[in-house]
């Protein structure tokens, strides 16, 4: 295995994370709003914004869904026992005692075990969640008159909230991951540039440096 640097976040990929990051602190801080938790903007202001928010957010969401079926990207995301003890270890005690990092990237496997397992159930459990009960709360003039409605539109905030809650807690935690060694600026520059250093076999070498030369950065 050689390690070169590869792009391996395409434009779309890049454009897709950073207005999330934008829709995301957007709908946190509208939602905080709407719970009473601020007064910095109006309410009605608070909603329509949440609500614009939202549905670019799933739009955008649907179609980065398509996007990672089409191109065969979604493989990233497959979960593996493989490392997973040892990135856990590293995750929980090692990254404190400022140990190497235990896994290195490879081309078709950017996401250490831990973050595939991570992305993947928020693609499966937490933004469905979010989806479904805020579309669920935003057309309650559509099923207000249903048994049990107004015991059902609680549950359904309620799971509402702990989904937003779950997010805002990745968030938080994605953020911190970000300051660790070897530092901020080296975590963020792959997701602006798209090129980060990965492990390479001789064939993916070769195959990049013969068909795809500006997805791979010459050698030092």
Known sequence: MTERSVKIFPRFERFWHWAQVVLIFALLFTGMRLSGLHHVIHFSTALGLHVVAALVL???????????????????????????????????????????HPYRKAYWRKHNPMQALTYLALKLVLFPAIWVTGLLVLGWNL??????????????SQI????????????????????VPPGFRHHLRPMITGFDKVDLTPEQEAYLEANEISRIKPRD
């Open 58 to 100: 799933i739009a955008l969401w649907v179609f980065a869904i398509f996007w990672h079926l089409t191109t065969g990207t979604w493989v990233h995301y497959l979960p593996t026992l493989r490392g997973l003890p040892q990135v856990a270890r590293f995750y929980a005690w090692g990254i404190f005692k400022g140990e190497p």
């Open 143 to 156: 099923w207000e008159d249903a048994p049990q409605a107004l015991t059902l539109v609680y549950w359904v």
């Open 160 to 179: 509402h909230l702990l989904a937003a809650w779950a997010i805002a807690a990745f968030v938080i935690a994605h953020v911190y991951l970000l300051t």
